[in-house]
Each structure stands twice: as structure tokens, then as C-alpha cells.
């Protein structure tokens, strides 16, 4: 059974960190690229970040570009996702996410995943 699990939300401040965790069973991550997504109240899940090659190959949405960095620990089937520099902006729930189809942005959609976490809430706000 596949399962995603997601751990670290919570609130912080404007300029705050956050570290979040992702931890996959069910499968291995040698044929998907594992994903962050997330989703604003109101709002549809917006995909930004990606990891895949065993962790060879990133890719990040521009809004998120220079705060967040995605890994992940292969031994420990765990993807992370630090978070800093976080802006109101970021508020979202935040998901985890498994897809074998190419991630590029402005063409990757909810539906082209395969798995998902049952999400983690993130809040910035003064």
C-alpha cells in the first residue's frame, strides 16, 4: 500500500523557518520524482519544488526559488523540504507528492500525481 506522510507544519513569523517531512512507503522513489504542493484556502494545489534521480535533479516554482530547498534521505525513504525566509504569502496546506510524469512548471497539474500526503498546515503571520 502506498502511503505519503507529512510532518512539520505549524506557525511562524514573517523571516521564519520551517522544516517539513515526507515519508513515502509503499514504494520506492527510483521511479517517481517526489513533489511538494501546495494549497492556499480558496485556492487550487499549486505544485513548487521536485526531486528525482535519487536526488541528482531539483526543480523549484520561481515563487519559492532561493527560500526552500528539497532533499532526500534514500536509505530513510524521506523527502525534507526546508523552508526559509517564509513570507504570509506561503501560508498553505502543504502536500506531498508522488508522479512518474515530467514536473515542469505552468503545465504540471493535480491530477498528473499519482500519490499523495495527507497534507501538513503551514501559517506565517506577525
Known amino acids: 500500500q502506498v502511503q505519503l506522510q507529512e510532518s512539520g507544519g505549524g506557525s511562524v513569523q514573517p523571516g521564519g523557518s520551517l522544516r517539513l517531512s515526507c515519508v513515502a512507503s509503499g514504494f520506492t522513489f527510483s521511479g517517481y520524482s517526489m513533489n511538494w504542493v501546495r494549497q492556499a484556502q480558496g485556492k487550487g494545489r499549486g505544485w513548487f519544488a521536485s526531486i528525482k534521480a535519487e536526488g541528482r535533479r531539483t526543480k523549484y516554482a520561481e515563487a519559492v526559488k532561493g527560500r526552500f530547498t528539497i532533499s532526500q534521505d534514500n536509505a530513510k525513504n524521506t523527502v525534507s523540504l526546508q523552508m526559509n525566509s517564509l513570507k504570509p504569502e506561503d501560508t498553505a496546506m502543504y502536500y506531498c507528492?508522488?508522479?512518474?510524469?515530467?514536473?515542469?512548471?505552468?503545465?504540471?497539474?493535480?491530477?498528473?500525481?499519482?500519490?499523495w500526503g495527507q497534507g501538513t498546515q503551514v501559517t506565517v503571520s506577525s
Open positions: 507528492a508522488a508522479t512518474t510524469r515530467a514536473v515542469v512548471e505552468g503545465t504540471i497539474e493535480a491530477a498528473d500525481f499519482d500519490d
